[in-house]
């Protein structure tokens, strides 16, 4: 009989935590994460990327956008993870700037930034 360790659910030190703030078509994104973690993915749902949580991205196109930004444990390599759909165009309410933290977000609906 063979036995593989299980990684303990514990075993990553990093999380995942940021804002984003919505100003038009433009979509920065301010770290707020805990831990050590060595590098960030962003990728912005329209075929562009970015490595770092200090990039501005403008959207050329108005509408849903999958948003997902991942950062990896630099002592483990595992990996924290948030996804979401976010609605980019105009606002509703008349305002150009809308601010949603990460722990809104919800992949299995649109994060509400049209009001």
């Known amino acids: 009989m063979m036995r593989y360790r299980l990684l303990d659910k514990d ?3 990093v999380e995942l935590n940021f804002d984003i703030i919505v100003e038009g078509k433009e979509v920065s994104l301010f ?3 805990v831990g050590e973690f060595s590098n960030v993915e962003v990728l912005f749902g329209d075929g562009n990327n ?3 949580f200090d990039d501005t991205h403008t959207y050329e196109k108005e509408g849903v956008h999958y948003l997902a ?3 990896y444990d630099q002592n483990t390599g595992c990996m924290d993870f948030v996804g979401a ?3 980019i165009g105009a606002k509703e309410n008349g305002s150009d700037t809308v601010i949603i933290s990460s722990s809104d977000l919800d992949a299995n609906s649109v994060a509400n930034l049209s009001k």
Do not use: D, G, L, M
Request: charged share 5%; proline share 0%.
């Open 11 to 13: 075993i990553c030190s």
């Open 31 to 33: 770290n707020k994460s």
């Open 50 to 52: 970015s490595q770092s």
């Open 69 to 71: 930004v991942s950062i």
């Open 85 to 87: 759909n976010i609605y």
